[in-house]
């Protein structure tokens, strides 16, 4: 799967996540709570939607495997309702400090936003990954605020159903546009890719940040379920030099670095273009 479709269908997880957000909280009549337990609530609620779907993308759509998108999505909607219910009493401080308004809107959804992409954490365990997957969601929430608040305006003179259905639309562009960029935030600033050139899983590209790890274990950041493929078979990792492949020391198996063999509990550097055999399948390294 391209990296394009990647960043797709985590937008479409995410505008998901805001619909189903806007769906769940709205049930609750929140007006008589006061402003403080409400936004706390609406913003739990949000982030549980909106940072489990996010997190389901990769294993439903990249890895398919619905057990492991289950387990993300739990990880994730934990980490979003603490992120959100944070972020929104934040983002409320924010939006009465400003009167409102454009910049009001923006901010309160950019700490929202910021807050969903460092969940991340928690799914990931990888401080430089979540950083950058706190950068998309910080852009992602502006440019949904933005949106939102530039539709608030065009139909503010609407009210009843129309101003309902409007905060669903607003809600589905802020997941979506926190979705789609929490990836592609990860691949913009990755320092390299691997792309499957031969193998069940051909086509896929994957970003290395500081690393990324091999195996037909779901829960490897590149899962391949190619015969030969220990569980957890190898990692590439950054270097002083740059990047290596390295093979895992209780492997059962071989990996191959050009024309060069690497065995359990070595590693090899990694220049850009180099193709590396595991099991049945063949990859190609891309530094930047």
């Known amino acids: 799967m391209s990296k394009r479709l990647q960043v797709y269908y985590s937008a479409v997880f ?28 609406v913003g739990a609620g949000l982030g549980l939607c909106i940072g489990a779907l996010v997190a389901a993308a990769d294993g439903a759509m990249v890895k398919g495997k619905p057990l492991r998108a289950v387990r993300d999505g739990i990880l994730g909607g934990l980490a979003g309702v603490a992120a959100g219910a944070l972020g929104m009493l934040l983002a409320q401080g924010v939006f009465l400090a400003l009167l409102g ?15 969903i992409g460092l969940g991340d954490l928690l799914v990931s365990r990888r401080p430089q990954r979540a950083t950058y997957a706190a950068l998309g969601g ?4 502006l440019a949904g605020g933005l949106l939102y608040e530039g539709l608030t305006q065009l139909f503010r003179a609407q009210a009843g159903v129309a101003q ?38 051909a086509g896929l590209v994957r970003e290395v940040t500081d690393s990324a790890s091999i195996g037909r274990y779901d829960g490897n950041d590149l899962y ?36 060069l063999a690497v065995e359990p509990g070595s590693s090899r550097p990694l220049r850009s273009g180099d193709r590396i055999r595991i099991g049945g399948a063949e990859l190609e390294f891309v530094g930047r």
């Open 138 to 141: 910080l852009v992602g929430g």
């Open 224 to 259: 391949l379920p190619d015969a030969g493929v220990a569980w957890r078979h190898a990692v590439v990792r950054r270097a002083d030099s740059g990047f290596e492949l390295a093979v895992l020391p209780n492997t059962d198996g071989l990996a191959q670095v050009g024309e």
């Open 14 to 41: 995410g505008a998901l996540g805001g619909l189903a957000g806007w769906w769940s909280v709205g049930s609750f009549v929140t007006q008589t709570w006061g402003i403080w337990p409400a936004a706390a609530f």
């Open 101 to 115: 308004g454009w910049a009001g809107r923006a901010l309160s959804w950019m700490l929202l936003g910021l807050l």
């Open 164 to 201: 309902v259905a409007l905060s669903g639309v607003g809600l589905v562009i802020i997941g979506a546009c926190i979705g789609g960029l929490i990836p592609l935030a990860r691949q913009v600033f990755a320092r390299g890719e691997l792309r499957v050139i031969v193998g069940e899983q």
